[in-house]
C-alpha cells in the first residue's frame, strides 16, 4: 500500500517561509515522479510544482521565483520551500508520487497523501 506522510504546514504572515516535506513508503515503481498540488475552498486544484528523476521540474506561474520543490538524498522524499508567501497561498496542499502522472495538470491523479494545511495571513 503506497503512503505518503506530509508535514511542514503550518500558520505564517505574509512574507513568510515555510518548508513541507513528503516521504512515501510502499511504492515499488522505478520511477519517482514527485511533486505538489493544493486545493483551496471555492478555487479549484492546482498543480503547484513537480520534480522527475532526472531533476527537472515544472511550476506553477503563479509560485514561480517563490517555491523551490527538491527531492532528498533518499528519492522517496520531497521537500517544498515556500518564500515569500501570500494570503492566496493559503490551501491544503497535498504530496503526490507517480510513475505516469508527471504533469501539474495530472498531479492529482498520481498516489497522494493525506495533505497538510499553509494558512497565510495578511
Known amino acids: 500500500q503506497v503512503q505518503l506522510v506530509e508535514s511542514g504546514g503550518g500558520s505564517v504572515q505574509a512574507g513568510g517561509s515555510l518548508r513541507l516535506s513528503c516521504a512515501v513508503s510502499?511504492?515499488?515503481?522505478?520511477?519517482?515522479?514527485m511533486g505538489w498540488f493544493r486545493q483551496a475552498p471555492g478555487k479549484e486544484r492546482e498543480g503547484v510544482a513537480r520534480?522527475?528523476?532526472?531533476?527537472?521540474?515544472s511550476y506553477a506561474d503563479s509560485v514561480k521565483g517563490r517555491f523551490t520543490i527538491s527531492k532528498g538524498n533518499a528519492k522517496n522524499t520531497a521537500y517544498l520551500q515556500m518564500n515569500s508567501l501570500k494570503p492566496e497561498d493559503t490551501a491544503m496542499y497535498y504530496c503526490?508520487?507517480?510513475?505516469?502522472?508527471?504533469?501539474?495538470?495530472?498531479?492529482?491523479?498520481?498516489?497522494g497523501g493525506q495533505g497538510t494545511q499553509v494558512t497565510v495571513s495578511s
Open positions: 510502499g511504492y515499488d515503481y522505478d520511477r519517482y515522479c
Open positions: 503526490a508520487v507517480s510513475g505516469t502522472f508527471c504533469s501539474l495538470g495530472t498531479l492529482y491523479l498520481a498516489f
Open positions: 520534480i522527475d528523476d532526472d531533476g527537472s521540474t
